[in-house]
């Protein structure tokens, strides 16, 4: 079993272009996990790959960038990174795993964001153990 990091050496996958690219050459790629992304995937990827995407906020309140500073001026301090489908429109697909934690405005910003990492890390591991996930890619 063979697992790749979506990553260019020194650079992250960025545009959809260098995605194509890459799955062309690894056709054997059946599932795509993405973490923090911010890359919108066409219709060609997703119709032909499971692609999951990790977000650190409430979906869909929180969707798209800049969702920790959201939450965090609406005062809205419970959140939960969500694991869910990747679709064509940023953060809009299925949620299909939610881990729960807690932003503290009293806090520094900094740590609000690493505390909501850390609760994606969580979400995603939780939802690749929970249903098998990599014993299901071989």
């Known amino acids: ?7 260019k050496p020194n650079q992250i996958i960025r545009e959809h272009k260098e995605l194509l690219a890459f799955l062309k050459n690894h ?5 795509i996990f993405a973490f923090r992304a911010g890359l919108i995937l066409q219709k060609s990827v997703i ?6 995407n990790t977000h650190y906020a409430t979906l869909p309140d929180f969707a798209g960038l800049g969702a920790i500073s959201k939450a965090l001026k609406m005062k809205s ?15 809009s697909g299925k949620t299909l795993f939610t881990e729960p934690y807690m932003l ?5 910003y900094w740590l ?4 909501a990492a850390f609760a994606g890390v ?3 591991k939780n939802y690749i153990e929970e249903n098998n996930l990599l014993e299901k890619i071989e």
């Open 1 to 7: 079993k063979k697992l790749y990091p979506l990553i």
């Open 27 to 31: 056709p054997e790629i059946k599932i």
């Open 47 to 52: 119709s032909n790959i499971k692609c999951i």
């Open 77 to 91: 301090y419970k959140q939960n990174a969500t694991v869910h489908e990747m679709e064509t429109t940023i953060d």
């Open 104 to 108: 503290d405005p009293n806090k520094p």
């Open 112 to 115: 609000n964001e690493l505390n």
């Open 122 to 124: 969580c979400a995603l």
